[in-house]
């Protein structure tokens, strides 16, 4: 088992998606989809500035991975299975607008459909090649936890992800979060940043995320 952790730029309830009782990642992070397994956790701790509030040193959200899947079986998954992480950016359910399958997959191409992203996400999001699901997770959102002080190696500001470096603590977390009584796929909170696509803001939340995917792919490191 491995333990992911980063930090998130942008939670708008896309990248992670906790919506219908299945936590995904399939867009973002690109390095980590590429390079988790099932039986990984994969942990994400909060920004400093996000609309005036600190949530550094804060857990948004703690997944364990208990699927993964290239994006085009994703996509075809989630067409049989999962309709609504498909997105629908005029649903009245903000979950609809945001949902993270956002690419169909025909002859061998990849097409965007109407989201969160734009085109000059596309050449990261594809580069993840995966999609990470899980059916065992908590999701805090905008009221992300503290995460306590003997577990602080783990908390990843900045670009980038850890995982080599949390092996000596990993076991003792996941005992510590999984003792908590938290509910399992559970949404204690809801996302910290809500997009109005009519506005400049789901313009803006994309090209954090895209500028924060290519410092990944540029680092292509772990810690």
């Known amino acids: 088992m491995r333990l992911f952790s980063y930090c998130i730029p942008i ?4 990248a992670p998606n906790p919506f219908f009782e299945v936590c995904t990642l399939n867009i973002c992070k690109p ?4 390079t988790a397994n099932v039986g990984d956790w994969v942990v994400g701790v909060g920004s400093k500035n ?27 998954y ?9 997105p629908d950016i005029n649903h009245v359910d903000y979950s609809r607008r945001v949902g993270d399958s956002i690419y169909s ?18 050449g990261t ?30 908390i990843k500001q900045g670009q980038g992800h850890k995982s ?20 399992l796929n559970h949404l204690y909170g809801e996302p910290q940043i809500k997009i109005e696509f009519h506005k ?4 803006y939340c994309a090209n954090v995320r895209c500028e924060s995917a290519k410092e990944d792919e540029e680092l292509e490191y772990e810690k």
């Open 11 to 14: 939670d708008d309830g896309a």
């Open 105 to 122: 997959f025909q002859n061998n191409k990849s097409t965007l459909l109407p989201s969160v992203h734009n085109m000059d996400n596309v």
């Open 50 to 76: 996000v609309k005036g509030k600190d949530y550094s040193g804060q857990m948004v959200y703690a997944m364990k991975v208990t699927q993964k899947m290239t994006m085009e079986a994703y996509n075809r």
């Open 31 to 34: 390095v980590i989809r590429r």
């Open 78 to 86: 989630c067409t049989n299975n999962l309709p609504e992480k498909i």
């Open 200 to 203: 400049n803001d789901g313009i």
């Open 125 to 154: 999001d594809i580069g993840g090649k995966f999609a990470l699901l899980s059916n065992h997770f908590y999701y805090f959102g905008n009221n992300a936890i503290k995460i306590p002080t003997n577990f602080k190696g783990i």
């Open 164 to 183: 080599n470096a949390n092996d000596s603590i990993k076991e003792e977390f996941v005992f510590w979060l999984e003792s908590q009584n938290f509910t």
